[in-house]
């Protein structure tokens, strides 16, 4: 909720109106694709150049739906829930999911998600709402420093939702290849540092992997 107070904040600067931001909450609900939209229209950007941005910004999402869908179905689901149940994957109800899911009966987990997922995205666009009603009692740095909560909250619950090292592993060579991906290749930083800094966790799961093989043939 914090983290939409900042992107509210960002929007009222942006000259989008408040219909227009709510709309964006419940249709495009990922908070980065939706940062990514203002920018491009704040870039006079067309809307081809702007979908685009916007579509490959939540490309990101599909390692994280290819991962919850075979635990969200149960005996009876249907594709269509599925593919309903997909549009709130997010980092909030994925990492949510991920941890309780094994804690709730196959067959009701659709219904958890779809709690989880209507709650979350209900109650941030009533946030944004609120926020824009009251924008004028909240100064500019406020938003500012709401915002940049964004990233720390996706790093922690990333963090403490990875099942594996590997994933550790993957957040921290991310931190640590970013800065100098943006140093040499500042308009590919963010897709460079996802490549290299998946690789590494790839081998670092492999490596992992090689030494419990060895370790269980002795």
Same mark, same amino acid.
């Not at 964006?24 to 081809?48: E, F, H, R, Y």
């Not at 991962?67 to 269509?80: F, T, V």
């Given at each position: 909720?914090?983290?939409?107070?900042?992107?509210?904040?960002?929007?009222?600067?942006?000259?989008?109106?408040? *219909?227009?931001? =709510?709309?964006?909450? %419940? /249709?495009?609900?990922?908070?980065? +694709?939706?940062?990514?939209?203002?920018? #491009?229209?704040?870039?006079?950007?067309?809307?081809?150049a702007a979908a685009l941005a916007v579509a490959l910004s939540s490309v990101r999402l599909m390692p994280m739906v290819v991962a919850l869908l075979p635990e969200l179905k149960g005996p009876r689901s249907r594709k269509i829930t599925l593919l309903f149940l997909s549009?709130?994957?997010?980092?909030?109800?994925?990492?949510?999911?991920?941890?309780?899911?094994?804690?709730?009966?196959?067959?009701?987990?659709?219904?958890?998600?779809? *709690?989880?997922? =209507?709650?979350?995205? %209900? /109650?941030?666009?009533?946030?944004? +709402?609120?926020?824009?009603?009251?924008? #004028?009692?909240?100064?500019?740095?406020?938003?500012?420093?709401?915002?940049?909560?964004?990233?720390?909250?996706?790093?922690?619950?990333?963090?403490?939702?990875?099942?594996?090292?590997?994933?550790?592993?993957?957040?921290?060579?991310?931190?640590?290849?970013?800065?100098?991906?943006?140093?040499?290749?500042?308009?590919?930083?963010?897709?460079?540092?996802?490549?290299?800094?998946?690789?590494?966790?790839?081998?670092?799961?492999?490596?992992?992997?090689?030494?419990?093989?060895?370790?269980?043939?002795?």
């Amino acid at each position: 909720m914090s983290s939409f107070i900042g992107f509210s904040g960002l929007a009222i600067e942006s000259g989008i109106s408040m *219909g227009q931001a =709510v709309f964006m909450t %419940l /249709t495009i609900w990922a908070l980065p +694709a939706k940062v990514v939209l203002i920018g #491009a229209i704040s870039a006079g950007s067309s809307m081809a150049a702007a979908a685009l941005a916007v579509a490959l910004s939540s490309v990101r999402l599909m390692p994280m739906v290819v991962a919850l869908l075979p635990e969200l179905k149960g005996p009876r689901s249907r594709k269509i829930t599925l593919l309903f149940l997909s549009h709130f994957v997010a980092v909030t109800a994925w990492v949510m999911a991920m941890e309780q899911l094994r804690h709730i009966p196959r067959d009701l987990r659709t219904s958890y998600f779809a *709690g989880i997922g =209507v709650t979350l995205v %209900l /109650t941030n666009a009533c946030v944004v +709402a609120l926020i824009y009603m009251l924008s #004028a009692n909240f100064p500019p740095l406020l938003f500012a420093a709401l915002f940049m909560l964004t990233p720390m909250y996706f790093l922690t619950s990333l963090w403490r939702s990875s099942r594996e090292q590997a994933g550790k592993a993957a957040l921290l060579s991310g931190l640590v290849i970013f800065p100098v991906m943006h140093t040499i290749a500042p308009g590919y930083d963010l897709l460079l540092t996802g490549l290299t800094g998946g690789a590494v966790a790839f081998g670092f799961h492999l490596y992992v992997q090689n030494l419990c093989r060895k370790e269980a043939q002795s």
